[in-house]
C-alpha cells in the first residue's frame, strides 16, 4: 500500500501542481518530501482540510517543519484556516530558509488578536510571495490591551521557549527585548529577521468596519543574537532586522501597516485601501481606550527606542495610499494623526521615489533625516478635520534634516479653508527643495512659513505657493521663515520662491505684504532670498541684511471733465520711485495739447512733465530711498485744458522700499 501512495502522488506531481491526488498517509511522508524530484511540499499532503474553514493551523506546523528539514517550497494553492487566536500558544514560527508561495489566489486565513499570527525571531532567507492573508477578527477598542497583563507575560514566553530552545540563546534572570502588548498584536511579528522577502503579499481584512481591521501588519522589533547568554538587558549585544525585501505589497483594512526599526529595507510598488484609526463598530473611543493604539501610519520607521541602532538606507519607490478612510470622520485629537509615510528619530540615507497618498490626513512626519532623497511626490489632504493650533502639517518636520533633497513634490489641501500651510518650516543644514509646489483653497492662517530651512547651506528654488482666496487679515504674515538662531547665525542659504494669489497689499503694503523672516542684521554671513508675489507684482528680495522691495502698480484711467484728476493710486511714505510709464489708450479731447504727470496737485509735471497724447512715454525717477523719513503721495494727471470726460491712460509705477531687515 504505501509504495502504491507513492507512486501515485508523483505520477500527480508530473501534472500542473499535483491539481488532484493530494492527501499522503502520514508515515508515507518522510519517503515522498526526501525525494529529489519533488522540490515543493503542500499542507494537504500533511492533513490539512484547505477549506478556508476547518482549522489547518497544525498541518501547516508539520508543513513548515518538512520544509525546514528538506528545503522544499511549500505551495498553498488553495485557502488555508490557521486558527492562531489563542494567547500566547498558537503563533507560527517560521525558520529559516523558507518559501511560502500561493497558487490559485489562495488565502492564508488567520484570526489573531492578542498573539502574533506568525513570528519570525532571528530567522534569514524567508520568501512568502503570491499569497493573500486574510484577518478575520475584531478588536474591542473599549479595552485597553496595552495595559492587557496576559498579553506581555505569555506571548514572551512563548518567546523566550522559542528564542532558548531553537536559537540557543540563555536567558540569566533577563528576558527577551519587549517593545509593548501592542507590538504582540501585529500579524508578522519579526525580530532581528534578515533576507526577508514579501513578494505579492496581500495583508487585507475580511471585515466592513474599522473594528474589523488589522492591528498591524508587519513589525520590525530588535532583538539578541542566537548562541548568546543574555545576562544584563542593558548591555547584551542585540540586532535589528536586515535586507528586508517588498515588492508589490497591498495592505487594505489596516490601523498600522508597517512599523518598526529596519536597515537595509526596500519596498517597491506598495498599495493601500482602507484604512482607519482604532474605534469601535460604532464609531466611539476612536484611538481605543486610554489611547491603547499609538497613532497609526502605512509606513511607521523610528529607532523603537532602541539604545544602538537607527534605521538607515530605507527606499521606498513606487507607492500609492489611495486613502479610503473606514468610520468615524472625527479624529482622536491632539494625541496624533494617520498619516501615510512616518520616517521619524534617525533616518540615515532614506530614499523616497514616486509616493503619492491621497489620506485625508496627510503625507506624513520626517525628522533625524541624514542624506535623504525625496522625490516626485503627490500628496492630497484635508486639514480641517484637525484644529489648527495641533499644526498637523500634510508634509511635517519633527526633528532636524541635513544633506538631504526633496524635488518635485506637490501639495494639495482639499479643505474649504487652511488654517495651517500643508508644508511645514524645516531645520537643518546643506538641503535643497527644487519645484515644491503648494495649493490651498482658501487661506486664512496666523502662521507664518511654509518655506524655510533653519539653518545654513540650504537651497529653495523653483517652488510655489498658490492660493485661490487669501483671507488672512493676520498683518506681518510671510512665506519665508527662519526661527530665530538661524536668522542671526545662518549662511549660505539661498531661496527662490513664487506666490499666486496672495491678499491685495495695496491698504497697507508695510503689514500685508509677504513678510520674510530670513536674516537679521546681526547675521555676519551671506544668504540671498527672493519672494516673487505675481497677484500684487511685488518681489521682495534680501542680500545678507538689505532688504529691497520692488513693487509695481498700474492703474487705468477714464478722464472725467476736470483739467485735473487724481489717481487711486497712492505711493506709500516708505516707498521711492524708481519710474514710471504712463501711455494713452485712447483719443483725448481735441483740446488737450499737453499732459503730465506728477504728486503735486495743481502743478502735477515732478514726474511726466511731457506725455505723448498719442502713445507711452516712460521716465527714470529714481528717487533716493525714502524710508522712515516721506509721507504718502497721491498722484494727478493734469491737461492744459479739462478733459471733457474723453480719454484712457494706464499709468504704471515701480516703487521701492530699501532697509535693513
Not at 508539520?62 to 520544509?67: E, N, S
Not at 486565513?109 to 524567508?126: G, Y
Not at 528576558?175 to 511579528?189: D, E, H
Not at 497697507?508 to 507684482?537: E, Q, T
Amino acid at each position: 500500500m504505501r509504495k502504491t501512495i507513492f507512486a501515485i502522488i508523483l505520477i500527480c506531481g508530473l501534472g500542473s501542481m499535483l491539481s488532484s491526488c493530494e492527501y499522503i498517509d502520514i508515515k508515507d511522508i518522510k519517503d515522498f518530501v526526501d525525494d529529489d524530484n519533488v522540490n515543493y511540499i503542500k499542507p494537504q499532503w500533511f492533513g490539512a482540510t484547505m477549506d478556508g474553514v476547518t482549522d489547518d493551523r497544525d498541518a501547516f506546523v508539520a508543513t513548515l517543519d518538512a520544509a525546514d528539514s528538506t528545503g522544499k517550497k511549500i505551495i498553498i494553492d488553495k485557502d488555508i484556516f490557521l486558527d492562531v487566536e489563542e494567547i500566547g500558544a498558537k503563533t507560527i514560527f517560521i525558520p529559516d530558509n523558507i518559501y511560502i508561495e500561493g497558487k490559485n489566489g489562495a488565502k492564508i486565513i488567520v484570526n489573531h488578536l492578542r498573539s502574533p499570527a506568525f513570528i519570525m525571531a532571528l530567522s534569514n532567507n524567508v520568501t512568502i510571495k503570491d499569497i493573500t492573508i486574510l484577518y478575520d477578527n475584531a478588536y474591542d477598542a473599549s479595552i485597553n490591551y496595552g495595559s492587557d497583563a496576559s498579553i506581555k507575560d505569555l506571548n514572551q514566553a512563548n518567546l523566550q521557549n522559542y528564542l532558548e530552545t531553537e536559537r540557543n540563546i540563555t536567558f540569566n534572570n533577563s528576558n527577551p527585548i519587549y517593545k509593548g502588548a501592542i507590538n504582540f498584536m501585529y500579524t508578522f511579528l519579526l525580530y532581528a529577521a534578515s533576507d526577508i522577502n514579501f513578494d505579492n503579499v496581500k495583508f487585507k481584512a475580511k471585515g466592513k468596519t474599522a473594528d474589523t481591521f488589522m492591528i498591524g501588519g508587519i513589525k520590525f522589533n530588535e532583538q539578541y543574537n542566537s548562541d548568546q547568554e543574555v545576562v544584563d538587558n542593558d548591555l547584551e549585544d542585540t540586532n535589528i532586522c536586515r535586507n528586508i525585501t517588498f515588492k508589490n505589497l497591498v495592505f487594505d483594512g489596516t490601523l498600522m501597516g508597517v512599523q518598526g526599526i529596519v536597515k537595509n529595507f526596500e519596498s517597491t510598488g506598495l498599495r493601500s485601501y482602507r484604512y482607519s484609526d482604532a474605534q469601535s463598530a460604532d464609531g466611539s473611543n476612536i484611538g481605543g481606550a486610554d489611547k491603547w493604539m499609538p497613532p497609526p501610519h502605512l509606513i511607521y520607521l523610528n529607532s523603537d527606542n532602541s539604545p544602538t541602532y537607527n534605521c538607515s538606507d530605507v527606499r521606498f519607490i513606487d507607492t500609492v495610499d489611495y486613502g479610503e478612510y473606514v468610520g468615524n470622520e472625527d479624529v482622536r485629537g491632539s494625541s496624533g494623526y494617520c498619516h501615510s509615510l512616518k520616517l521619524v528619530d534617525k533616518q540615515n540615507n532614506p530614499y523616497v521615489d514616486g509616493y503619492k497618498s491621497f489620506r485625508r490626513d496627510g503625507l506624513g512626519d520626517f525628522g533625524g533625516i541624514e542624506n535623504g532623497v525625496f522625490k516626485d511626490i503627490y500628496a492630497e489632504f484635508n486639514s480641517s478635520i484637525f484644529s489648527a493650533s495641533w499644526q498637523f502639517n500634510a508634509f511635517r518636520w519633527v526633528g532636524t534634516v541635513n544633506n538631504s533633497s526633496f524635488q518635485n513634490i506637490e501639495l494639495q489641501d482639499n479643505a474649504a479653508i487652511a488654517a495651517v500651510y500643508p508644508l511645514d518650516a524645516m531645520t537643518g543644514s546643506g538641503n535643497l527643495m527644487d519645484a515644491i509646489d503648494i495649493y490651498v483653497k482658501e487661506l486664512n492662517t496666523i502662521y507664518s512659513g511654509p518655506f524655510g530651512i533653519s539653518g545654513s547651506g540650504n537651497t529653495i528654488i523653483n517652488s510655489t505657493l498658490d492660493i485661490e482666496t487669501h483671507s488672512s487679515t493676520q498683518e506681518w504674515r510671510g512665506v519665508v521663515y527662519h526661527n530665530d538662531l538661524a536668522m542671526n547665525e545662518g549662511g549660505g542659504n539661498h531661496y527662490e520662491v513664487v506666490v499666486k494669489g496672495w491678499r491685495d497689499i495695496s491698504p497697507n503694503p508695510r503689514a500685508l505684504r509677504s513678510r520674510m523672516l530670513f536674516a537679521k542684521p546681526v547675521n555676519p554671513n551671506n544668504n540671498y532670498a527672493k519672494v516673487i508675489d505675481l497677484n500684487n507684482h511685488y518681489i521682495i528680495e534680501q542680500i545678507n541684511n538689505e532688504v529691497t522691495a520692488t513693487w509695481t502698480i498700474t492703474e487705468t484711467v477714464d478722464l472725467g471733465s476736470l483739467q485735473e484728476q487724481q489717481l487711486e493710486i497712492l505711493v506709500d511714505a516708505d516707498y521711492s520711485i524708481v519710474d514710471v510709464q504712463a501711455s494713452v489708450l485712447s483719443d483725448l479731447d481735441a483740446n488737450i495739447t499737453s499732459l503730465s504727470l506728477g504728486t503735486n496737485s495743481g502743478a502735477a509735471n515732478n514726474l511726466l512733465p511731457n506725455i505723448s497724447t498719442t502713445g507711452s512715454t516712460i521716465a527714470n525717477i529714481n528717487e533716493p530711498s525714502l524710508t522712515g523719513s516721506g509721507s504718502d503721495r497721491s498722484l494727478y494727471l493734469r491737461g492744459n485744458t479739462s478733459f471733457n470726460d474723453m480719454g484712457e491712460v494706464k499709468v504704471t509705477m515701480t516703487l521701492r522700499r530699501i532697509d535693513t531687515n
